[in-house]
């Protein structure tokens, strides 16, 4: 992590950006929070450094952005999005923090719309979806908030635009209330291509529109594992308990993107199910020295630490197999009983299985 520690002067870190070298973490700090002759000197050299040069040093302060919040680089990468080259504007595309203030966000709308790359624009657009909830929730002006979605849902409908700027804009405009994000959604999902319908299930759990937990239930078997990992993030933004099983068996699965998504996502819905599933994967990452993966389940077991109870914990977990879930040996969820639960003796599950599930 870069620290605040600046101990060499602004020339200096003007000598190194120049130079054909890594910069040194006091020279990325002395890029944050450029204001006055400090950010008028950069300009100059900045349009004078070679593309490459230029491509280094965005993706340096995009990286160590991502991991020390106290650097502000929003200046550079304000700049950098009107960059000649688009493998700078792309990383500056990534660089754009939703903290971003409206010019920023205005450019993004501009690059979305007229850039000469279509990777350029897709981008733009992705990344235009944190602005369409930020306007959802009443935090940008109203005027550009309908400006946006207008631009997002003409992006979309544009026959002629390629594919992927398409689906990014149905991902950014499921992020809205608008009366047409439904039915974008389902033409989307049985769209002939396969990437458009792997973007509609993404909408599925960005919408929050509960009316899709069938389909995301249904793809989370999907033949196509871009479809089984978008419908475990859905499940997981719906927090839909009834996705728990097939979940679990994700989360075993070979491919290690699957493997995180649907453990990400049984942190999310929570309950103690989801606590005994996870409890067991951290057991077995430990054990297999996976110290990236147990990461990731702690922090989905501190997700599912705050979430509600389920009725599940009172359920011998066998009876899966009788549901058609007799994928799931390897987890041993036999014993759930918990001695906190006072009204178990209460509670007849197979009287209300059917009920809770449906």
Known sequence: MIRKSKTISFTETLEQLRADAPLSADAIYSLSDLVDQNWADFQIVWPNLSVERRRHVI???VDVAETNFDLDFSPIIHLALGDPDPEVRLGAVEGVLEESDLPTVRRLLSLAQDD???????????????????????KLPERFNQELQDTLLALYNNLNEDLDVRRRALEAI?????ASVPELIREAYYADELPMRVSSVFAMGRSCDES???LVLEELSSEYPELRYEAARAA??????????????LAYEEDREIQEVAIWAIGEIGGQLARKALDQLAARAEQDGDETLLEAIEDAQSTAALAG????????FGRYDEQGLDDLDEIDLDDLDDEDDEDDDEFDFDENFEEYYN
């Open 174 to 178: 499921a992020n809205c209330g608008h």
């Open 212 to 214: 899709w937990q069938p």
């Open 309 to 316: 109870e389920d009725m599940l914990p009172l359920f011998d």
């Open 59 to 61: 993706g340096r302060l």
């Open 236 to 249: 997981g933004e719906l927090e839909l308990r009834k996705a728990l099983p097939r979940l679990i068996e």
């Open 116 to 138: 000469p790359f279509s990777e350029v624009r897709a981008a733009a657009v992705k990344a235009l979806g944190v602005f369409v909830l930020q306007g959802e929730l009443g």
